[in-house]
């Protein structure tokens, strides 16, 4: 099977998958209407993880900020706190969130992202696309970042918070950032 047919939809009842500690290998999923009232509706990765994640669609999913923690509502679409991933192949689209609707990267976590799309993502304040910060790094290769939305800043791309953390990096690869907005 492949990630458009085989789909996990967490009927907007809970994350669709955890990785807590863990280094596990995911590929091939369609991973859809997860919610979380903290962080990372669709996959969230905390807790020193190190998953690799490949040909995965991971969208619709809805994190807020209702719950209690440190990122209230981050990462719609994959949360990653204190945890390094790589992402290849992979599409993450229509997820919202406080911030980083698509991808929220936190707490000095490291990302690798391939050949993938977010696209058609929305926060309702920071980060549409991408939200990073405290420590994060990340590298983008072959990436496409596009029409997605913030309510305040980052559209495509927020890095710290407005100006309280510059501790956070991107490396960006022949990769495309367009059309995305802040309102």
């Given at each position: 099977e492949d990630s458009e047919t085989t789909i996990i939809d967490a009927d907007l009842s809970f994350t669709v998958v955890t990785f807590n500690n863990d280094?596990?290998?995911?590929?091939?999923?369609?991973?859809?209407?997860?919610?979380?009232?903290?962080?990372g509706a669709g996959i969230n990765i905390f807790n020193n993880s190190s998953p690799i994640l490949n040909d995965l669609i991971i969208t619709d999913n809805v994190t807020d900020d209702t719950g209690g923690g440190g990122f209230l509502g981050a990462g719609g679409g994959i949360a990653v706190i204190e945890s390094n991933i790589i992402l290849s192949n992979s599409s993450i689209h229509n997820n919202s969130a406080h911030d980083g609707g698509g991808i929220a990267i936190v707490d000095n976590s490291t990302a690798t992202i391939n050949n993938s799309i977010m696209k058609n993502n929305y926060a309702s304040d920071d980060g549409a696309g991408l939200y990073i910060r405290y420590g994060s790094t990340v590298e983008l290769n072959y990436v496409e970042i596009t029409n997605n939305e913030a309510l305040y800043a980052g559209g495509a791309i927020m890095m710290g918070s407005l100006g309280q953390d510059s501790s956070a990096s991107i490396q960006i690869n022949n990769s495309t950032i367009s059309n995305n907005l802040v309102t």
């Open positions: 280094s596990s290998y995911l590929s091939g999923f369609t991973l859809k209407r997860g919610y979380s009232n903290t962080t």
